[in-house]
């Protein structure tokens, strides 16, 4: 025991008997990864902050009770213990060539084809991270189909101010998207190098300010947008979303494999339109039971079902597992998440009793901890000692 009931603990006892007590997502002491702040001993309570490294953090509850059964029980002390949980998103440990001073981490959302809600996902995922409280961008790469102004109901022209330019503002995230520069339904006819010049200047000519994490949706496929953008910064990772059934997961695997061509870490898969839940439909209508509407004809996973797995069951979890990258969980069809999209509301798909909302939550959560991952693991340059 580092104190007792009579003895004040110091500061470095507090940090001594959380020694060894881990980020279960990232594997590292939190005293080493510096998330225990602000200690503070008084007569009647020990007060610190505990910083995650994502204000998403899954696993945030568990971390505050590993903390304080680890205080309680090595600090031997009847002092009350105030835990404060807060975040601090952290970015890549040192800057690179590219990098877009203020942005902490930039993140591509694609797909290996078009139809598969890549676009919605990609707004789903910065709507989730600004819900935590994140600062976050959300750039629409996808210059031949941009449909991210429709979706969050955001108009108008970005204005330019010297040298750069004004991203819009709706629901709280930055905006930027050729689909604001276009008159409605104009058709966007460009080569390679016009769409490289494109995202060059929506990257480093906008004034995104500083950002936790910048979204950005690209095209489907694996043409010109990927490949400029990975030339033009590093990022930090990419984002691929797939459907169950296996011609998109065909299509899926090209694109993970394009990522890691370009030496983009792939961060996992997000299954959309995994499955449809006729009887919550249903019930949410006022209508009758799904079984005494549809027929299973097989679709059920089982008798008495509730989910019904229209393209296939699982395929970008096995996929995933497979090619060796994270799952970041499955969005199932919804009506509510189709609606929000089709009215420019897709932030209400994550409103409190939205049928959607778990589930996008849950795979923001997922991302959030493997971005945090993935800039713990990365290594620092070594430093170069010049003899002379």
């Not at 089709?342 to 901890?369: H, T």
């Amino acid at each position: 025991m580092f104190g007792t009931n009579n003895t004040a603990p110091s500061e470095r006892d507090v940090l001594d008997a959380l020694k060894g007590v881990k980020d279960p997502e990232i594997g590292r002491d939190l005293v080493d990864l510096g998330m225990i702040k602000d200690i503070k001993v008084g007569a009647q309570a020990i007060a610190l902050t505990v910083n995650l490294t994502t204000p998403a953090c899954p696993l945030k509850a568990q971390i505050e009770r590993e903390v304080r059964s680890a205080l309680q029980s090595r600090l031997g002390t009847d002092r009350e213990i105030l835990i404060t949980m807060g975040a601090e998103v952290r970015g890549k440990p040192i800057a690179e060539r590219g990098d877009i001073p203020g942005i902490k981490n930039v993140i591509a959302v694609g797909s290996g084809k078009g139809g598969v809600g890549k676009s919605t996902m990609a707004a789903m995922i910065a709507y989730g991270l600004r819900s935590y409280g994140a600062r976050v961008g959300l750039m629409d790469a996808d210059v031949y189909g941009p449909s991210v102004p429709h979706l969050v109901g955001a108009s108008g022209r970005p204005m330019a101010r010297g040298e750069r330019i004004e991203p819009i503002q709706s629901g709280g995230l930055s905006l930027m998207s050729m689909g604001f520069l276009l008159e409605p339904e104009k058709a966007v006819i460009m080569r390679g190098p016009m769409l490289h010049g494109i995202i060059q200047q929506f990257l480093h000519q906008v004034e995104w300010g500083p950002l936790d994490y910048l979204v950005i949706d690209l095209p489907p496929g694996t043409g010109d947008v990927p490949l400029s953008l990975s030339q033009a910064l590093p990022l930090t990772g990419a984002v691929v979303v797939c459907t169950p059934q296996e011609v998109a997961l065909l299509d899926a695997t090209r694109a993970i494999s394009m990522f890691r061509q370009l030496k983009v870490p792939v961060l996992g898969m997000i299954e959309n339109m995994a499955f449809f839940d006729v009887v919550a439909y249903l019930r949410d209508r006022g209508g009758p039971g799904a079984q005494q509407v549809i027929p299973s004809r097989g679709y059920f996973d089982a008798p008495g079902d509730e989910r019904v797995y229209l393209f296939g069951r699982g395929g970008a979890r096995r996929k995933a597992e497979e090619l060796g990258v994270p799952f970041l969980g499955e969005v199932p069809l919804n009506i509510v998440l189709r609606e929000s999209g089709d009215e420019g509301k897709i932030e209400q798909a994550l409103a409190a009793g939205s049928p959607a909302r778990p589930y996008l939550l849950g795979v923001v959560e997922q991302l959030a901890a493997q971005i945090s991952i993935q800039n713990i693991k990365t290594p620092r340059m070594p430093k170069l000692e010049v003899i002379g």
